[in-house]
């Protein structure tokens, strides 16, 4: 052989090391167990500076999982990131939220576990429950679809109201079936729901605005009750992709959010004692994911 031909030879074997070597390169080691110190569980968020998000990471960090809480600013954020999979889980919204960005946006997120239902309340500053009411006098809802609907649901479980087949999270005040009711009601802004109350015999009041009204547990004569079939769409719920429903390290993060004593203390302390714990199993959860996403498609 020529020393030319020597010279060829040994440029191709380097070559074909070269890349094998690329290739073994670009392939790398199999990805780290998730959960492990190479592959952090990623939990998408709304509010990480919440004093219970520490206690939960603590706890989780006990049981041997490494997790990353990522904190959104925005509630469009967090569904978007975990279908893209830049989340492998996330906790911030209930049932309905979920069903609407699955049907706008054609994805398949899945509920894995619930959390707790932060309740609606009706209150007022006249009467210590719902049953005193007088028949005829006005209650107000909030005019927004989702929160309206919401309020005729928690206005039909006080006994106030009757809805057409029983109501639903599409409900509007055309639905108050007239003769099962026994009080008016009157759709406004959700800002001034709380600031009416001297005006009107009861207003549902969202939980943003509570506080700047000075409203407290006292004030509310009735909420969503967890128990109460109306109120499952709003029960608050990790969510992760479609593929992932039976991962044990995922499903493990919600038995430890769930069942430590310390978290869900927080998590009702942060709620200024108005969230309600829930468990709900997780096939009534998906069940009614279900129902909701045909009920909105339905509407289209």
């Not at 790398?28 to 004093?51: C, K």
């Not at 911030?92 to 398949?108: E, G, P, R």
């Not at 989702?146 to 005729?152: C, E, H, M, T, Y």
């Given at each position: 052989m020529s020393n030319l031909a020597r010279s060829l030879a040994a440029a191709a074997a380097a070559s074909t090391l070269l890349l094998a070597g690329?290739?073994?390169?670009?392939?790398?080691?199999?990805?780290?167990?998730?959960?492990?110190?190479?592959?952090?569980?990623?939990?998408?968020?709304?509010?990480?500076?919440?004093?219970y998000w520490a206690t939960y990471e603590e706890a989780v960090a006990a049981e041997g999982i490494e997790l990353e809480v990522v904190d959104f600013t925005e509630y469009t954020q967090p569904n978007p990131a975990l279908t893209e999979g830049d989340l492998d889980i996330n906790q911030?919204?209930?049932?309905?939220?979920?069903?609407?960005?699955?049907?706008?946006?054609?994805?398949?997120l899945q509920p894995i576990g619930a959390t707790a239902i932060y309740p609606l309340g009706l209150y007022s500053t006249q009467y210590d429950s719902a049953e005193d009411i007088p028949d005829g006098q006005t209650v107000i809802v909030p005019n927004?679809?989702?929160?309206?609907?919401?309020?005729?649901?928690?206005?039909?479980?006080?006994?106030l109201i009757e809805l057409e087949d029983g109501?639903?999270?599409?409900?509007?005040?055309?639905?108050i079936v007239e003769d099962g009711s026994r009080v008016e009601v009157q759709a406004v802004d959700a800002a001034i729901t709380a600031g009416s109350l001297g005006e009107v015999a009861a207003a549902i009041v969202n939980n943003d605005f509570l506080d700047?009204?000075?409203?407290?547990?006292?004030?509310?004569?009735?909420?969503?009750?967890?128990?109460?079939?109306?109120?499952?769409?709003?029960?608050?719920?990790f969510a992760?992709?479609?593929?992932?429903?039976?991962?044990?390290?995922?499903?493990?993060?919600?038995?430890?959010?769930q069942t430590t004593q310390d978290v869900t203390d927080g998590v009702v302390e942060q709620s200024g004692g108005t969230a309600v714990l829930a468990t709900t199993p997780v096939d009534e959860l998906r069940s009614s994911l279900a129902d909701v996403e045909q009920s909105i498609r339905d509407q289209q």
């Open positions: 690329c290739a073994g390169a670009a392939g790398g080691e199999a990805e780290a167990e998730l959960g492990t110190e190479g592959n952090p569980v990623r939990l998408g968020v709304v509010g990480a500076s919440d004093p911030f919204q209930h049932i309905q939220y979920l069903a609407d960005y699955n049907v706008a946006s054609d994805s398949d927004d679809t989702v929160n309206q609907a919401r309020g005729l649901l928690v206005l039909q479980s006080a006994g109501g639903s999270p599409f409900s509007t005040l055309e639905d700047q009204a000075g409203l407290g547990d006292d004030e509310e004569i009735s909420a969503d009750d967890p128990s109460d079939p109306s109120a499952l769409p709003y029960v608050n719920i992760v992709r479609a593929d992932d429903v039976e991962n044990p390290v995922l499903q493990q993060l919600v038995e430890i959010y």
